[in-house]
């Protein structure tokens, strides 16, 4: 990451990514439903967080770049 985005912009996303973490897990039900069980959380301007919640536990599908084709999301 550091090498593509550089030290500022990494640090950056993973306070960012860090942050939003700490308050997925006291309210997991924050992000806007997707599809079926899937939701989704705008990180950044072009990062979206994309969640399912499995009894207790939240796993994280995938962080999407918004700029690319919508149709990929749910690959």
């Known amino acids: 990451m550091k090498k593509n985005w550089g ?12 942050e939003f973490f700490k308050i997925l897990k006291v309210q997991p039900l924050i992000g806007q439903v997707e599809i079926d069980d899937i939701r989704g959380f705008q990180l950044s301007p072009q990062t979206r967080i ?9 796993i994280i599908l995938s962080f999407f770049d918004v700029r690319k084709n919508p149709k990929k999301k749910f690959r």
């Open 7 to 18: 030290d500022n912009s990494a640090k950056e996303f993973i306070q960012k990514a860090d």
């Open 50 to 58: 994309l969640y399912r919640i499995r009894g207790s536990k939240i």
